[in-house]
């Protein structure tokens, strides 16, 4: 697998700033032959709580989750797990051929829905069931129906434990689920999060998103930023395309002026991140200053990246030229955080706030060309006015499109760069 990194951030900073944003976009290609190793490890975590007995949803998670078994190629390590306030690993790590697939199957068919909802100790027997192998690609795929029944602290505790150990696909079923917490899964274990709404949804999400993790050449990638500790230090680092996922809690410093941010797997895809620096001190007017070296680290490779450089002027018209990747992504960000809170107004009742922010979050869609967000959005608020972003909510929404609505804010639309030459 090759990496390439492009930087773009505004090349002329105004006397006395001392801030940069970076967009990195990051492009991985296959170089002739697979990557070696490489190999999956694949989990299917059931929800089978009480509530999932209700209006089908656990006879089609099960049928859904039934046909992905029947799909999965000789040679692949996958697992099942049931749970609800305790986790039943139903299939334990095995690798695939025709004959586990049938048994496995089988004891799918046998899981029934009853008791609390536990995603602690879903997590948990999942860590227990991937092997430790350093070039194993490790994901699973967690169906819910509703709340974490987990005590204040435990979650969060038990991500803490996981974290690195494999990536996590959340998914709502039904509209009992709280997007909050799905988000907070799918942020630490770098997967995403979405509502399926129907057996239908369900079979071609695990299709689609098995198909993705398969794709998968290269497992625990991460970027490396060089910073010299005493010119600036990092500030935030996230991905930001496909989905805004915050990478800056879960750094790891290789020395003082050196530190690794995990991305997970990859294949043959491009993603965008945004680095936030702070200078110690801004430059000189005229001054050109490398303030960072990157580079993209797997495995034993280090490929070098380039450096991100700026220079000050005190000229208003270059310094007022903002880099379009770093306008667009900026958007993109103001538009997740219109959208969340928003919606935590209306969980609230503060239906006023709620319009105001919903119809900022709109507009920012709009603006952007997120034709995905525009569309989530217009399900649940009219427009009145869409030059001002003015809108109101709809009467008879559906409690599922207000779920996907949130949780779809974390899923961004890119903006091509040139090319590089």
Same mark, same amino acid.
């Given at each position: 697998?090759?990496?390439? =990194? ?6 002329? /900073? ?25 190999? /999956? ?40 797990? %049931? ?122 999400? =695990? ?5 993705? +993790? ?8 991460? /970027? ?46 491009? *993603? ?43 000229? %208003? ?16 960000? #103001?538009?997740? #955080?219109?959208?969340? #809170? ?11 706030? +709620?319009?105001?922010? =919903? ?34 909510? *709809? ?8 779920? #996907? ?17």
């Amino acid at each position: 697998m090759k990496f390439a =990194l492009q930087p773009f951030c505004n090349a002329y /900073l105004p006397e006395g700033a001392t801030r940069v944003d970076v967009i990195m976009t990051v492009r991985a290609t296959q170089d002739g032959a697979p990557t070696a190793g490489g190999r /999956l490890e694949y989990g299917i975590l059931i929800d089978c709580s009480g509530s999932m007995g209700e209006r089908g949803k656990m006879a089609s998670a099960k049928l859904a989750a039934r046909a992905a078994i029947s799909r999965i190629p000789d040679g692949v390590t996958f697992f099942v797990i %049931a749970f609800e306030g305790a986790a039943n690993v139903v299939v334990p790590a095995t690798v695939s051929a025709a004959q586990a697939r049938a048994a496995a199957s089988q004891q799918v068919a046998g899981i029934e829905a009853n008791g609390g909802t536990s995603m602690a100790n879903a997590l948990h027997a999942a860590a227990g069931q991937f092997s430790s192998a350093a070039n194993a690609v490790r994901v699973c795929h967690l169906f819910t129906d509703g709340e974490n029944g987990d005590d204040d602290g435990v979650l969060a505790k038990r991500l803490q434990q996981v974290k690195g150990k494999f990536q996590c696909e959340c998914r709502g079923i039904g509209d009992g689920w709280r997007p909050t917490q799905l988000l907070q899964i799918a942020e630490a274990l770098l997967g995403t999060a979405k509502g399926v709404s129907s057996g239908e949804d369900i079979a071609a999400d =695990l299709e689609t998103t098995f198909a993705q +993790a398969a794709a998968r050449g290269v497992a625990n990638v991460r /970027l490396r930023l060089i910073v010299p500790p005493k010119m600036a230090r990092v500030v935030d680092v996230q991905q930001v395309s496909p989905t805004i996922i915050s990478l800056s809690a879960q750094g790891v410093a290789m020395d003082d002026r050196t530190f690794d941010y995990p991305t997970g797997a990859w294949g043959n895809e491009e *993603r965008d991140f945004h680095v936030v620096l702070e200078m110690k001190q801004a430059g000189n007017v005229g001054e050109q200053l490398r303030v960072a070296r990157t580079a993209i680290v797997f495995g034993d490779a280090v490929e070098d990246q380039p450096a991100v450089t700026v220079t000050w002027s005190a000229d %208003a018209s270059m310094t007022a030229r903002i880099d379009p990747q770093v306008a667009h992504y900026t958007g993109q960000a #103001e538009l997740a #955080e219109a959208t969340r #809170e928003g919606f935590n107004a209306l969980d609230r009742g503060d239906t006023q706030t +709620a319009t105001v922010r =919903l119809g900022q979050a709109l507009k920012l869609a709009q603006d952007s060309g997120n034709e995905e967000a525009t569309r989530r959005l217009a399900k649940v608020v009219d427009v009145v006015d869409a030059a001002q972003g003015t809108v109101r909510l *709809r009467a008879g929404v559906r409690k599922t499109d207000i779920l #996907e609505a949130e949780v779809g804010a974390t899923r961004t639309v890119r903006r091509s760069p040139p090319k590089a030459p």
